[in-house]
């Protein structure tokens, strides 16, 4: 099987916690003729990227573009401050709480898990009382939208005013929701965010953006990390000196997420916020005004992934497969234990009145089709009462 | 400064070592629909490249595609194998030598460094003897091609009989000649090549090519690395089962290498390898005949890296500046100790008569606006002799 441009097979609507659907003009961004990242045209376009990302993160520190996927990132925010036998607070309650868990044991490095079930997350008092039973914990890691499950944190600002308070670094994996909820770094005091290009920036992926504060900068810098791929410090250097990379950049991604951060710019970030906050919910409305179970607790329920219990009967497999050829909507299946019991939408990036509507009919329809009964006008109608707010 | 499609001004000639020209069919890949990298879509995709990927590094095992630059490639193969007071030997002649070792230190592993002045490669029989002083090293790694001087390395063949006799594994640090210069994995006993979309695959950045021996394999599955981001066997095992990338993928360079390969796949590495002798050679030949003095020793020249000493009087930002800005052909100046006294041709990807003779000649006429008396004529007719056996 051949993919390129002109095999129109593949054109699908991508309702993925990542990739999304990215827009033709990003797309069409990274048909540039090749430049050198060692020349002031690249520097150009960093300083560019460096401005606007401070935009949008709203922070002080110059945004790094990592060349790799978000994991990276992530593993960054670990190796660049946790030394052997640190502590570090970290949430659990999906794939990627335990993946940063993991990472955090790899450094040699102590994790105190703040678990929670799959589907719901942990509590702010949770988190406050890891904070005080652990005074000597160097770091928080809060997986601010666990995307495996569809639970999203709601309680980041008091987050980081508590550990501002107790003088530990506050690190968001917000792989799967930065640019869809808002977590302005210095307002929020986090000293970290970790995220990815083929979120909800809508660009391609191949790019991890890195936000940090001026306290997690010097700590790193002061006692920097061995390797050389994540080595952050490098990357700050040879910004601060020349606006270029100390390894060489996925230049066709910079010049798609050049295009990406001005459409953010141009929509507004707290506009941004809000259609995500309208979409999701117009999700969960119109799926259970549809017959169908949502799965995981109502109070965490992230607005970029979309979980729902799958009725008795309903393969996976074969109503995602069915989905995906007929239809052309492609969603997520479940991850680990939740494989074949839940599947996933996303609802993120350029998500709007279309996107929702077509993947709402599309899977009542389908479902009918595999023997459900679902009431496909109760979820239009559920879905258009909230995206009449847009 | 924007940088788009559309602004002509930066279409310029790349002569770098990387990132390279890259054939409009090969961008224009990259303007495919989103797909999602959890589905059968991408599976049937990484099993073709995949495919393509073993018969041209001629290696029984799958090729690791990893979404890094790279320093990443390399970087993971000190991280899968080395070990704390494991002894690795490394050849020195250069930056990337440098790093190499800096990496093996990294782990806590002791590099055993072959050093050779700027210019030069260590020798085979300094090879042999660093083997025999030292039975008990775990590997030897050999940047092939030192991209920072123009020095490659002449005997991996007879490298990789002697680390199998030794029972030590080979690992190429190939990046800026892999798919240039003949390095069959198999046949020249090599455990690892590491290689980048952007070299000699002319195709765009983003992308790292890892292939390895079935004993390298081994290896590193019976003692996996704790960390995420560069740990192959989570590669091999997600690719194993399903033929996905265990994180997120840079898709558009997938679309777009996928689409070299098959360009490579047409010429054939045998065509390959004898294009980039001949382009080498006639800048070799080119340069010399204009009046220039050639940087490094005669035998241990790149075909891919065309280093050339700066005459007195020629500034380097100012020449390069000019080159670029004047001719549209940009070349790369030197680095570290050798910066502004060399300067370095990349002949490597797309690399054919036209490219060489714009660059000859725009080179020599800008030298001779310089100050420089070039032989321009001479130079294109010591090029065109060579270029005639295309």
């Keep these: 099987m051949s993919i390129n441009a002109n095999d129109s097979t593949y054109q699908q609507l991508i309702m993925l916690p990542g990739p999304t659907n990215v827009p033709i003009e990003v797309t069409q961004a990274m048909v540039a003729p090749s430049i050198g990242h060692r020349t002031a045209t690249f520097s150009s376009m960093m300083k560019e990227m460096i401005r606007k990302g401070k935009i949008l993160f709203e922070c002080q520190e110059d945004i790094i573009h990592l060349s790799a996927s978000g ?15 640190d502590k570090a607070l970290v949430t659990v309650c999906g794939e990627f709480g335990g993946r940063v868990s993991e ?3 790899s450094v040699g490095a102590n994790p105190i898990e703040l678990v929670a079930d799959y589907g719901d997350f942990p509590s702010l008092s949770d988190f406050e009382r890891a ?15 666990e995307t495996s499950s569809g639970a999203m944190c709601h309680w980041l600002k008091e987050a980081g005013d508590l550990t501002s308070k107790h003088g530990a670094f506050l690190v968001a994996d917000a792989v799967s929701n930065w ?9 929020y005091n986090i000293d970290f965010i970790a995220t990815g290009s083929q979120k909800a920036c809508a660009a391609p992926p191949g790019l991890a953006m890195i936000a940090l504060s001026k306290r997690y900068k010097e700590q790193m810098m002061n006692d920097p990390q061995k390797l050389h791929f ?27 997420l ?10 507004g970030m ?10 999701g919910k117009a999700f969960y409305d119109a799926f259970e005004a549809m017959g169908l179970q949502l799965f995981g ?3 965490t329920r992230s607005n970029t992934v979309i979980s729902i219990a799958y009725p008795d009967g309903i393969d996976d497999k074969e109503f995602r497969g069915s989905l995906a050829k007929n239809y052309g909507v492609v969603v997520a299946g479940g991850f680990g234990e939740m494989m074949g019991k839940i599947f996933r939408v996303g609802s993120l990036g350029m998500i709007n009145s279309y996107y929702v509507l077509t993947t709402i009919s599309s899977i009542a329809n389908n479902m009918n089709r595999l023997g459900f009964k679902a009431n496909t006008d109760a979820a239009i109608d559920a879905a258009l009462k909230n995206l009449s707010k847009l």
Tied chains: 1, 2.
Excluded: W
């Design 71 to 85: 994991t990276a990132a992530v593993e960054a925010s670990i190796t660049n401050i946790l030394r052997k036998d």
């Design 103 to 105: 990472q955090i044991a």
């Design 131 to 145: 904070l005080e039973n652990n005074p000597d914990a160097k770091a928080a890691y809060i997986v601010t939208n």
């Design 179 to 187: 640019g869809a909820d808002k977590m302005p770094l210095e307002d």
């Design 230 to 256: 994540l080595n952050l410090p490098r990357f700050i250097k040879m910004s601060d000196k020349v606006k270029q990379t100390p390894f060489t950049p996925c230049l066709p991604v910079y010049f798609a």
């Design 258 to 267: 050049n295009k990406a951060y001005d459409i953010m710019i141009e929509e």
């Design 270 to 279: 707290e506009n941004r916020y809000i259609r995500h906050q309208i979409c």
């Design 297 to 299: 607790a109502p109070e």
